[in-house]
């Protein structure tokens, strides 16, 4: 298997711009996980899907952040408008079960001038 | 809630020799796993190694061994013989199996190995 795949690797935006990150999980795993890393607050948990549905968004920090599952293979983080304090590594997660290893992406590094 | 804390930002640790990275957290929950994640310089996250809550015995995996104190809800990691590819940002993390289960990091810490 290829692993957690994210897209894009990389991005460049200016404020006030639409972001879409995009995750692909690993087949078969029915958890997936969407993390924020920066120096300040280390890695937050955003928001946690089972089997493609929302079950903690609790972390998503406001509602310029929306996060969708539409099926098992594929899910999206979107942050509308930006702003620079968005700037951060965006990693997906995704374990074939609660309480097991989680595999992550690659991450994204976004950027927001 | 579930809380994780790494309260060490960084260590250094000579090639060869052994160095211990603590972590506490703080839960209400019974049953829940303990995983122990190495982020290098490439930015990947690797599971290290993982401890189930109701498991006394330490797991241990190569170099890599836990002290696993549920009592005082501690979790360190022991890296021996400590080698340059061990350089690396590690995170502690915790995940229950109560209602709100989800998988939280502490803040990490960054360990250099000295040739």
């Known amino acids: 298997d290829a692993g957690v795949i994210q897209s894009p690797r990389h991005e460049v935006t200016e404020m006030g711009q639409e972001v879409t990150l995009r995750c692909k999980p690993i087949?078969?795993?029915?958890?997936l996980f969407w993390y924020r890393q920066t120096m300040m607050r280390g890695l937050e948990l955003l928001i946690y899907f089972n089997n493609n549905v929302p079950i903690d968004d609790s972390g998503m920090p406001e509602d310029r952040f929306s996060a969708k599952m539409p099926n098992a293979s594929f899910s999206t983080l979107k942050i509308q408008p930006s702003e620079p304090r968005d700037s951060a590594v965006y990693f997906c997660a995704s374990s074939l079960a609660a309480l097991s290893e989680a595999f992550f992406g690659q991450g994204t590094r976004l950027t927001v001038v | 809630a579930q809380t994780v804390t790494q309260s060490q930002p960084e260590m250094s640790v000579q090639e060869a020799e052994t160095v211990t990275l603590s972590c506490t957290y703080d839960t209400s929950e019974s049953n829940y796993y303990l995983f122990w994640y190495k982020q290098p310089p490439s930015r990947q996250m690797i599971l290290v190694i993982r401890?189930?809550?109701?498991?006394?015995q330490n797991a241990t995996e190569n170099r890599f061994s836990v002290n696993f104190q549920k009592a005082a809800k501690s979790f360190s990691l022991k890296i021996s013989d400590s080698q340059l590819g061990d350089t690396a940002m590690y995170f502690c993390a915790f995940w229950s199996t109560g209602a709100n289960s989800k998988l939280t990091f502490g803040k990490g810490i960054t360990l250099s190995v000295r040739p």
């Open positions: 087949s078969g795993h029915n958890s």
């Open positions: 401890q189930e809550a109701y498991k006394q």
